[in-house]
C-alpha cells in the first residue's frame, strides 16, 4: 500500500517498498495520523502528476505484472490554475503503465 495526501501540495506518506506499513494496525494508523493534516486548496491536478512520477514506479516498490489500484477521495474539484492537458496526460500515463508495465 502507499498512501498521499494532497491539499496545496501532494505528500507521499509511504511507497509500496515501505514494509513498515504491511499491516492492518499499521495501514490504519498511518491513514489517522494523515488525513487530520488536509487543508484548502485542493490540488488534485498535483497529487495526480506525483502518482505518475514518483509512486506508480517500480523504484517505489509497484510490482509489473501485479494489477495496482488508485483509490482517490476528493471533493471533485481542482484548483483554478490547474493545467487540465498535464493533468489528463498523467491520467493516461498511469493507466497505461498499469495496463502494460
Do not use: C, W
Amino acid at each position: 500500500m502507499s498512501l498521499e495526501t494532497f491539499a496545496k501540495d501532494s505528500e507521499i506518506h509511504n511507497y509500496f517498498k515501505d514494509t513498515d506499513y504491511y499491516s492492518e494496525k499499521e495501514v490504519v494508523d498511518l491513514i489517522d495520523s494523515s488525513i487530520d493534516k488536509l487543508t484548502k486548496p485542493t490540488r488534485l491536478d498535483r497529487a495526480i502528476q506525483k502518482a505518475d512520477e514518483e509512486m506508480f514506479l517500480k523504484e517505489s516498490g509497484d510490482r509489473p505484472g501485479v494489477r495496482s489500484v488508485m483509490l482517490l477521495f476528493t471533493d471533485g474539484r481542482s484548483h483554478p490554475n490547474t493545467n487540465v492537458s498535464q493533468y489528463t496526460q498523467d491520467i493516461k500515463d498511469i493507466k497505461v503503465r498499469q495496463l502494460f508495465g
